[in-house]
């Protein structure tokens, strides 16, 4: 149970392309959702967190308009990364929780690499 | 704030040799959960274990165990008898905010390379 399924894997585009990423709890209601970047050989950063229904919490210098969350349903988050350039090209990995149990760990999709040209 | 050091970056051991990943964090919050988790070269997180600050019991599970020792702020795993499919980056986490919003924070990882 609690599986996490993030889409796509990974995708290369060019510079200027919006890209966006999905990230779907299968099998329970997810709440709430979390939203991080990593780069190569670092550490997991937490962009943001969405709650269904409401607008996203970015962390202090994520820029909210250049990376759009949304969270419209119990089971379905996505992440648009607007006008992407080279710099945004990292591991984005989400992560799950339900509000039925808040002290159960997180769980996480498989990530989505992103290249951009 | 809330702060999870993990000193050591890279570790390298032979095969079946026992090694010790150490943990610290930092909190000021009385109720928080300490987290390990692994990343193969795949990338997908995967989660090891949760622990909660008042249950400082270790635990074992199979090669892999946990020493959570509150007064020194430490939660240290330990794979006994290490396999190359040990091989992966292992983030500890603290999340210390309760509710539904509670944060995750990493240490920077150590990856572990077990050469056969």
Not at chain 1, 44 to 63: D, P, R
Request: hydrophobic share 35%; aromatic share 12%.
């Amino acid at each position: 149970g609690a599986v996490v399924s993030q889409h796509p894997s990974w995708v290369i585009c060019k510079s200027g392309t919006s890209v966006k990423i999905e990230c779907r709890s299968l099998d329970f209601q997810a709440t709430t959702m979390f939203w991080y970047r990593q780069f190569p050989k670092q550490s997991l950063m937490l962009m943001a967190t969405s709650n269904e229904g409401s607008k996203a919490t970015y962390e202090q210098g994520v820029e909210k308009d250049k990376f759009l969350i949304n969270h419209a349903s119990l089971t379905l988050s996505t992440l648009t990364v607007t006008s992407a350039h080279p710099e945004d090209s990292s591991f984005y990995i989400c992560s799950a929780r339900t509000q039925l149990n808040v002290f159960q760990p997180q769980h996480f999709g498989d990530g989505t690499r992103l290249s951009i040209l | 704030a809330q702060k999870v050091t993990q000193a050591q970056t890279e570790i390298s051991v032979v095969e079946k040799e026992d090694v010790t990943l150490d943990c610290v964090y930092e909190t000021r919050d009385t109720t928080y959960y300490l987290f390990w988790y692994k990343q193969p070269p795949s990338g997908e997180l995967v989660f090891l274990i949760r622990r909660n600050s008042f249950d400082e019991q270790n635990e074992i599970s199979g090669r892999y165990s946990w020493n959570f020792q509150k007064s020194t702020s430490s939660f240290n795993f330990t794979i006994t008898a290490s396999q190359v499919v040990d091989s992966a980056v292992y983030f500890c986490a603290l999340s210390a905010q309760t509710g539904a919003n509670s944060k995750l924070t990493f240490g920077k990882g150590i990856t572990l390379s077990v050469r056969p």
